[in-house]
Structure formats: C-alpha cells, structure tokens
C-alpha cells in the first residue's frame, strides 16, 4: 500500500491515532482532519495535519482535492452514549449531518472509498449471543441510532453514486499503543478499563461497578474488549480490502470471548499487583447484560484476527498510562 495517502478524520483521537501510526509503518501518508474537540494534536505525529470540523463540506473538499487520498477513514464522531441521551442534538450533528458533509465532499472531489468507524451499539439489546451482523440492528440510545443512520447513508450513496465502503462495528475498543507511544486519553474519562486502573492508581477513590445482579456468570456485564492496535490493524485490511476491488461490506471487530467486569478487575490486580478498590453501585442505564461478536466475517472477508486481544496484554498496555508499571 506504499506511496499513497489516506485522509483520516478524527485521527487526532484515540482509535484513530493508533490507526494513522500505523498506516504509516506500512508507507501510507495518513492526513489527519480533526477538530481537535475530544483529540489531541499531540497524538498526530504521523503525517499531515489539517485543523477543521467535518462539518465544513466546503473545507473537507479542498483538503481532498489538495491531498488526494485513495481513501477516506471517517472516525470523527461524539461517541459518548450517556451524553448522547441527554444531548442528541449534539449526536445528530456531528454524526449524521458530519456523515453527509463528508460523503458530499467525497462525491464533489471524486472519493470514491471510504472506511467507516460503526458500533456494537447498532445492535442495541441482542436476541441472541454471539452478535452476527444479519441479526437486527434496533439501537436503544442516540449514539447508536446516528451509527446507524450513517450506515445506511453509506449504502444509499454506494447505490446511487458508485461510493465503495467497509462499516466496521467495534466492539469495547481498549488497550493502547504496544510501543508506549499512545495511549487511551478521554476527557472525561467513563470507559470501564482507564476508570479501573485510575482508581488501581490511587487516582481516583473507587470504581463504581453499574451492577453485580444481572444474568450473568458472576453478575456484572459481559463485553467483548478489543485491543485498539487490532482495530487498526482492521482498517489496513478494510483499505486492501477496497483498493483490490472488493464489495461493500459491514462486519463486526470483535474477539467472540465476552469478558465481565470481575474478570477484568481480576486482570489488573495480577497484571499490575494493584488491586481495584470498588464500589457496587445500581445499574447503569441502557447497559445490555452482555454483548459480544461472532467474528467469523470478519475473519472470511478481511482475514482479520486479533492479536493483542487477551486481557493480560489489553491491561498490560494500557497500565503504563496510568502510572502503573506491569509485574515482570
Ligand atoms: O465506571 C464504570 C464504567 C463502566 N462500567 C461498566 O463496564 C462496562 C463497559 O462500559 P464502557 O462504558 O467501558 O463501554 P460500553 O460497553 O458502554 O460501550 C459503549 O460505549 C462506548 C461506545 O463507544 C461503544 O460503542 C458502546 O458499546 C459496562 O457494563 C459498564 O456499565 C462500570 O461498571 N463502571
């Protein structure tokens, strides 16, 4: 793939740093667009960077006809759930009318390829386990609602104007950079394994554990943890995927294995010998008992399998940012 640019909104993020540095350890010029709203222009070191929103079609299609990237990774989005149900203005705007400006840009400067950052949260509360991407897609919150609205944008644009897309639906993206040299920065901070190890730190009091009563193993909710180098990783693959001239597709990134919060708070206190203090509190609201991927299409299609998925290495990555060193 060497001697091509890509541009990637939203590649001053987290997932989409990690996946900049890695389009350039395989010779791509990753462009990073980003508004810098949750990014950080610290995390851009690999490539170009263009400040701006992509709500700004008419600047979006400038940087395009400037740049001419083969590809577009879209993964600039408002990707809180709870906010997004108090806030759906804000959910709306920025990933479904962002979705739009960016498709129209693309269109207007003759883009024809496009890698799209989708969610689990499509599926909403799953019928069955493990999550297929045939099973209905009924979200039940904002979040996943503007996910996938902006999935049928991609179809509806791929029918109508030749568009060729990949949807990928990450599951609980985590871990950091395997070279030290990125990490998981949120502000604020809700994702489960940063608030764990602030509070295994001593950084924050306590984690508060949204419910040990649900129909599960040992009570807590059960999520698929996907190490963010793999998900960059899958985007390599979605770009070959596209540039040798195959289909459309929408698959799942996950590992199959569903994970419980005892399980990961089990991980940090071996990995690190720190334990996580704790406190149970009620459930969280909207949080599905237990969510994981069948990932076998993802695995046919793309040829994509985890490799830095099991909990010893998601925590052993992500400790260090956050002042805990791994036990040797
Ligand atoms: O402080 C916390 C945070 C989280 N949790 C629990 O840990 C589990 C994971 O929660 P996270 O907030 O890390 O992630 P979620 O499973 O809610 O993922 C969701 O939000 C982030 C989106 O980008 C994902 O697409 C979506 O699936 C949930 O069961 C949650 O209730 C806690 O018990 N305490």
């Known amino acids: 793939m060497g001697g091509r640019r890509i541009l990637v909104t939203g590649g001053a993020g987290y997932i989409g740093s990690h996946t900049a540095k890695l389009l350039r350890s395989r010779g791509v010029e990753p462009v990073v667009y980003d508004n810098l709203a949750t990014g950080n222009r610290s995390s851009v070191r ?38 997004s149900v108090e806030d759906p203005s804000k959910y709306y705007r920025n990933n479904v009318t962002g979705m739009l400006s960016l498709l129209d840009a693309a269109r207007q400067a003759g883009l024809e390829k496009m890698i799209f950052s989708s969610s689990c949260a499509t599926y909403g509360v799953p019928a069955s386990l493990p999550i297929a991407e045939t099973m209905p897609q009924v979200p039940i919150n904002p979040y996943g609602k503007t996910k996938l609205i902006a999935e049928h944008m991609l179809a509806d ?34 994702h489960l394994i940063p608030r764990a190890l602030l509070a295994a730190a001593g950084r924050i009091e306590r984690l508060e554990v ?27 693959l979605a770009y070959e995927h596209l540039a ?13 294995r569903g994970a419980s919060i005892l399980e990961i708070l089990e991980t940090i206190d071996r990995v690190t010998g720190h334990s996580v203090p704790i406190a149970i509190q009620p459930r969280r609201a909207g949080d599905p008992p237990a969510l994981y991927a069948d990932p076998s299409l993802a695995r046919s299609t793309l040829g994509f399998s985890p490799q830095y998925s099991d909990l010893d290495t998601i925590v052993r990555t992500a400790a260090p940012f956050f002042g805990l060193g791994a036990r040797p």
Do not use: K
């Open 210 to 236: 949204f419910g040990d009563d649900y129909d599960t193993a040992d009570g807590t909710c059960v999520r698929d943890y996907i190490h963010v180098s793999d998900l960059a990783w899958a985007h390599v």
């Open 244 to 256: 040798r001239g195959g289909g459309n597709l929408a698959v799942n990134l996950g590992t199959g």
């Open 157 to 190: 644009y791929a029918v109508a104007f030749g568009l060729h897309y990949v949807a990928l639906r990450y599951f609980n993206a985590c871990g950091a950079d395997p070279e030290g040299e990125l990490g998981e920065w949120h502000d604020p901070e809700t």
């Open 46 to 83: 690999w490539g170009p960077f263009v400040h701006g929103d992509v709500l700004d079609t008419l600047h979006l299609t400038r940087v395009m006809e400037r740049f001419q990237p083969a590809a577009v990774i879209h993964f600039a989005a408002s990707a809180y759930v709870g906010e």
